[in-house]
């Protein structure tokens, strides 16, 4: 075959395209950057569009719980990977093309995001519980430091090189630093947590849920945030129990309206005979004055200008409530219940409810990582109504980095005989580690260390109404008991090599213990 001029020209250029000239360190620091700003470019892109923190990470922090159990289910599998791969990339670290090079430096820069956001999200809400993330990131980082440089060199022995050859052994070091805390529990080497054989209900559950008539002062001042919510009483009915059954009401926390957050807490009540209505209230509102108050927290209550419309809204949704309980529901035996701020407002959807005459035979509060209840005169709730037959939970997590315990703290001063005081705390001795945070109660977030610290108490409280209600005075005993500040209730059960979990920590009376006296006198900022 004959080549030509043009022939030989374009088949250099073909060539020159496939083996790819490597860029300048300017460039290559140019490609880095860039692999670390589309790291960052889904919250800056939120940031712009108006949310604020919170909402620009939040969807990043989600997938870091997804990405998380996946990685804690195939551990066993991704540490093989990363077994072969990282010699693989020093093999391929003499023979990679320059085009591939250009590659691992800007997923170089888009691991140094993933990991700036990473380290962000881990200060304000993680705690240090994603263990496998960190490892995955410098695993990652380790291949792609190989491919570019091969191994490490000596930077005083080529001072040409000198400042590439510092800074590849600086990336080196990180990506060990990485490694190094989660390699055990990779490898499957760390203690693993205890499972809770928690008995199961014996009932499936029917879940429908009904739009409730919000009021118009209400609906006019909703803002964006929720207004693809259809704001609902979810009603979860044990089936085929024609029985009589009691009634537990729960409310959901700040911003997080979505009954799929909290679908294992109804369940685990209404699978044991239990009526349960779940509460969906707005928290994206604007009333008169949200833009210009100063905000005040104090004695566990605050001033926002917001409590007003959510509690017409709460209002609204159990007065519709009460048209939709069955026959079979007794009200007489009752539980209310919240997260967050939804604790907070369960203290109102109580004093409705006492108003009533609902949980004159039996009452249970569980208040969990609670936050603030209005101060507002009106909304303030008559304590003198509690039955003698009352118990409550107030709980807060070791790890919360939402809000203070200090709600808590005043929450069950308010609550008085009956209430008790729990701190769930943080065990980070094996693999996955048990760090209790904000959204120990949230389905997202179901792990071992719930179902000991959260899931455990639910199931003892349904049982316990249920035993109250059919006058079964052994069982009421038992569940009691379980229920009570006991050795029963603290115990956390063994890591596989024997240690004992931290157990909960109870306080009859947090407010005057050595733990809990710093919070007489808080206010909020």
Known sequence: MDWTIQDWTTTRCLIG?????????????????????????EPLILLALGNDLGGAFWPMAKRSLEWTYFLREYHSLIFAFFLLAVPLSYYRSSKASNLEKVIA??????????????????????????????????????????????????????????????????????????????????????????????????????????????????SSIQGDYEEDVVFSVYLALPKDHDEMMPLAIILHGFANPFFESYVDWVETLASRGTAVAFIQYPSDV????????????????????????????????????????????????????????????????????????????????????????????????????????????VAVSEDDMSVSECFGVHHQNLLGNGALFIEIPSDRHGFPRLVAS??????????????????????????WL????????????????????????????KWSDGKSVKQLRTYENALSSHDYDHCENWSGP
């Open 438 to 463: 904000h959204y120990l109660q949230a389905t997202e977030a179901h792990d071992d260390l719930a179902d000991w610290g959260f899931y455990r108490r639910i199931a003892s409280q349904s049982n």
């Open 105 to 218: 430096v800007i997923i170089t820069g888009i691991v140094f995001g993933l990991l700036f956001i990473f380290t962000l999200l881990n200060w304000a809400y993680y705690r240090d519980a994603f263990l496998l993330l960190p490892t995955t990131y410098g695993f990652i980082m380790l291949c792609s430091v190989l491919i570019i440089s091969g191994i490490p060199r000596n930077p005083f022995k080529d001072s040409k090189d000198k400042f590439s050859n510092i800074a590849h052994i600086l990336l080196v070091l990180v990506a060990v630093w990485l490694i190094s805390p989660g390699i055990t529990a990779m490898a499957g080497l760390s203690p693993s947590p205890p499972k809770l054989e928690m008995e199961k209900g014996i009932y499936e559950v029917e879940i429908n849920d009904y739009e409730y008539p919000m009021p118009e002062e209400v």
């Open 286 to 393: 604007m009333p008169p004055g949200h833009d210009t108050y100063e905000l005040h927290e104090e004695d566990g209550m605050s001033n926002h200008p917001y409590h007003l419309p959510r509690a017409k809204a709460i209002d609204a949704a159990l007065e519709f409530m009460v048209t939709l309980l069955p026959e079979n529901v007794n009200s007489d035996f009752l539980l209310v219940g919240g997260h967050s701020l939804g604790a907070g407002y369960a203290l109102l959807a109580l004093d409705w409810a006492l108003e009533n005459n609902w949980g004159n035979q039996a009452l249970f509060v569980s208040l969990e990582a609670p936050y603030a209840r209005p101060v507002q005169e009106h909304l303030q709730i008559n304590t003198t109504r509690i039955p003698d037959n009352f118990l409550a939970h």
């Open 466 to 493: 249920v035993a109250s209600l059919e006058g079964n005075e052994t069982s009421e005993l038992e569940y009691r008991n379980q229920l009570i500040d006991s050795e029963e209730l603290r115990y956390m059960g």
């Open 17 to 41: 395209v496939i083996r790819m000239d490597m860029p300048s360190k300017r460039k290559l620091a140019l490609l880095f950057g860039a692999g670390f700003i589309f790291a960052l470019s």
